[in-house]
T-cell receptor, first 117, second 111 residues
Framework: DTEVTQTPKHLVMGMTNKKSLKCEQHMGHRAMYWYKQKAKKPPELMFVYSYEKLSINESVPSRFSPECPNSSLLNLHLHALQPEDSALYLC????????????????FGPGTRLTVL | DAKTTQPNSMESNEEEPVHLPCNHSTISGTDYIHWYRQLPSQGPEYVIHGLTSNVNNRMASLAIAEDRKSSTLILHRATLRDAAVYYCILRDVSSGSRLTFGEGTQLTVNP
């Protein structure tokens, strides 16, 4: 299995809702990532979990809360989002964590298209 | 962080080779050169990476200039499926090995 899966594919939520995005990989990868991609823009890194510990938080607002229950799963909990948070949220994984160096590739999921009304 | 410069867009014809350039004049000795691409409505996909020597894999070839200030991604025979945004990214331990995407090159492949 060489896939990163993300659910749901699409999500529409109001500003007062609480929702979660899920990401799963069964490649035995030790690092998992969340990226945000606005329309016609490149992906931007949000969080990195390495060996199930949060290792990078790119100053993301607290209304985004990541969670890594185990080495195969990564969640992104959403609460009190703003319309400008509407974007494609991408999950990725890699065999090694960032602290092991830049000589490894990241595998990306297809993303969750989030719309905040 | 060392930056990369890529053309905004390029066009190619199907079954012809494509050479996608990337300039990185401030590259450091420990920066790896990575290429990813993003097909429409998909997440990015790893293509190839290298440090100093040219690299080949089943998808593409990476030609790195001797002074490492530029590199070229080579698709040997473009297909319609190769139409995507191609990102050239420098990764280094000093920046936490982050994958920092620039604007990339939009490749159009004409039938």
């Amino acid at each position: 299995d060489t896939e990163v899966t993300q659910t749901p594919k699409h999500l529409v939520m109001g500003m007062t809702n609480k929702k979660s995005l899920k990401c799963e990989q069964h490649m035995g990868h030790r690092a998992m990532y969340w990226y945000k991609q606005k329309a016609k823009k490149p992906p931007e890194l949000m969080f990195v979990y390495s060996y199930e510990k949060l290792s990078i938080n790119e100053s993301v607002p607290s209304r985004f809360s990541p969670e890594c229950p185990n080495s195969s799963l990564l969640n992104l909990h959403l609460h009190a989002l703003q319309p400008e948070d509407s974007a494609l949220y991408l999950c990725a994984s890699s065999h090694q964590g960032p602290e092991d160096g830049p000589n490894n590739e990241q595998f990306f999921g297809p993303g969750t298209r989030l719309t905040v009304l | 962080d060392a930056k990369t410069t890529q053309p905004n867009s390029m066009e190619s014809n199907e079954e012809e080779p494509v050479h996608l350039p990337c300039n990185h004049s401030t590259i450091s000795g420990t920066d790896y050169i990575h290429w990813y691409r993003q097909l429409p409505s998909q997440g990015p996909e790893y293509v190839i990476h290298g440090l100093t020597s040219n690299v080949n894999n089943r998808m593409a070839s990476l030609a790195i200039a001797e002074d490492r200030k530029s590199s070229t991604l080579i698709l040997h025979r473009a297909t319609l499926r190769d139409a995507a945004v191609y990102y050239c990214i420098l990764r280094d331990v000093s920046s936490g090995s982050r994958l920092t995407f620039g604007e990339g090159t939009q490749l159009t492949v004409n039938p």
